[in-house]
């Protein structure tokens, strides 16, 4: 497992931009794909982006796509969120996870939050209207 620490977020006002980040702790953080979550109140849990060991391959969902961009930089451990055109739904904790398992796959990664075996404690971004 790896261990997790996020920073970034904040309050903004709608339009506005954050970048989120989550330094990763340990020597295989490379290995592993990497998510980002966000949990609004009174809701679930969903995958917000995704990335593959190396980069080359993201995900972003429905409701981020084109606002939202995923990157990482493994030569330093961190996994980045850039946040464009924030909306007031965007409210939420954001979490960063690690997938469960490492892989040696350029292409994979996981988009369910049960795949997923190392957390973050969060951070709370809160976009006004």
């Known amino acids: 497992q790896v261990q997790l620490i996020e920073s970034g977020g904040g309050l903004v006002q709608a339009g506005g931009s954050l970048r989120l980040s989550c330094n990763a702790s340990g020597r295989t953080f490379s290995m592993y794909p990497m998510g980002w979550f966000r949990q609004a109140p009174g809701k679930e849990r969903e995958i917000v982006a995704a990335?593959?060991?190396?980069?080359?391959?993201?995900y972003q969902s429905d409701s981020v796509k084109g606002r939202f961009t995923i990157s990482r930089d493994n030569a330093k451990s961190t996994v980045y969120l850039q946040m464009n055109s924030l909306k007031p739904e965007d409210t939420a904790v954001y979490y960063c996870?690690?997938?469960?398992?490492?892989?040696?796959?350029?292409?994979?990664?996981?988009?369910?939050?049960?795949?997923?075996?190392?957390w973050g404690q969060g951070t709370q971004v809160t976009v006004s209207s």
């Open positions: 990335i593959s060991t190396r980069g080359g391959t993201t």
């Open positions: 996870a690690a997938a469960a398992r490492t892989s040696y796959s350029s292409n994979y990664f996981p988009l369910q939050r049960y795949e997923y075996g190392s």
